[in-house]
């Protein structure tokens, strides 16, 4: 195994104290997106191993574990192609997309003018990306038919969008000589992760609906026959000794997938609701690959 990350007591001293005040750390996500784990980052830290080589993260998404832990080595993968394209261009031009961001205020009118009419340049665009997600209701991304974003302003409380100090954090961190951002499927972007690696699974699902219609609930995120294929991927991965991670919803019908495993609960407030009283105490799965029996 090529150890590519060393986590010392002092190293995680720090890093729990960073997980602990995640509003405040840097680098911490500079986008707000939906499903974020930056709430549970002191639960996961708790089941990250010392020692690992690469670092792999196929649902991105906002980043929080990846910009916790600032690996050096690591593959960031996502099927949304406009985000890795805002990594690459934070990554490769930090100064020109925050000087795009900085007139950039919450406005009504300017929000659906940037939603229905983009821009080409990738800095530019990347700018417009940020804004769009922090102005947004709950931090949403969803397109339509034609592929085009189509999630309502979302009324902000503040003229905040993006903190150009944070950003540039975000970059150095991006920028290391052997972090990956790819396009990809998860399946893809996992195919290199080998013994000792580090991988980290958060597919998109949805964590209020415990019924028996969870399935068919879920079904417009992230398909059941994916949430199988991941599973096997993850139970493949488990096999060659890589260090996995998967959140997703507390549902007996996810523990079932994940033979191997041990289940953990993590609770939280529901941040994904139209009215304050929707928002509830609902519970989500971490699920740890269970250590294999060196016999």
Request: with cysteine.
């Amino acid at each position: 195994m090529k150890v590519h990350h060393r986590i010392t007591e002092a190293d995680h001293s720090l890093l729990a104290d960073r997980a602990a005040a995640p509003l405040s750390a840097e680098p911490r996500p500079f986008l707000k997106w939906a499903g974020s784990k930056r709430r549970f980052l002191p639960m996961l830290l708790r089941h990250i191993p010392r020692r690992f080589g690469r670092y792999f993260e196929p649902f991105l998404g906002g980043g929080a574990l990846f910009f916790l832990l600032r690996p050096q080595s690591a593959v960031l993968a996502d099927a949304c192609a406009e985000l890795i394209e805002t990594y690459e261009a934070v990554r490769n031009n930090p100064s020109a997309v925050c000087r795009y961001i900085k007139p950039l205020r919450p406005d009504k009118d300017l929000y659906y003018s940037i939603r229905g009419q983009r821009s080409v340049g990738r800095y530019k665009r990347a700018a417009e990306f940020i804004y769009l997600n922090k102005m947004c209701w709950n931090g949403l991304y969803r397109v339509n038919k034609r592929g085009e974003f189509n999630v309502p302003f979302g009324r902000p409380r503040s003229d905040y969008v993006a903190d150009d100090t944070n950003i540039r954090s975000c970059s150095a961190a991006l920028a290391t000589d052997d972090v990956r951002l790819t396009v990809s499927d998860f399946e893809g972007a996992l195919e290199n992760a080998a013994r000792g690696d580090l991988v980290f699974l958060d597919p998109p699902y949805v964590t209020g609906h415990q019924n028996n219609g969870f399935i068919d609930y879920n079904e417009t995120l992230f398909s059941w026959d994916d949430q199988r294929r991941l599973a096997d991927v993850a139970k493949e991965l488990r096999a060659k000794g890589v260090h996995v991670l998967v959140t997703n919803a507390d549902h007996p019908s996810i523990i079932n997938l994940y033979g191997g495993f041990v289940p953990h609960r993590l609770s939280s407030h529901s941040t994904i609701s139209g009215k304050n009283l929707g928002r509830r105490r609902t519970s989500e799965l971490l699920l740890v690959a269970k250590e294999r029996s060196s016999k």
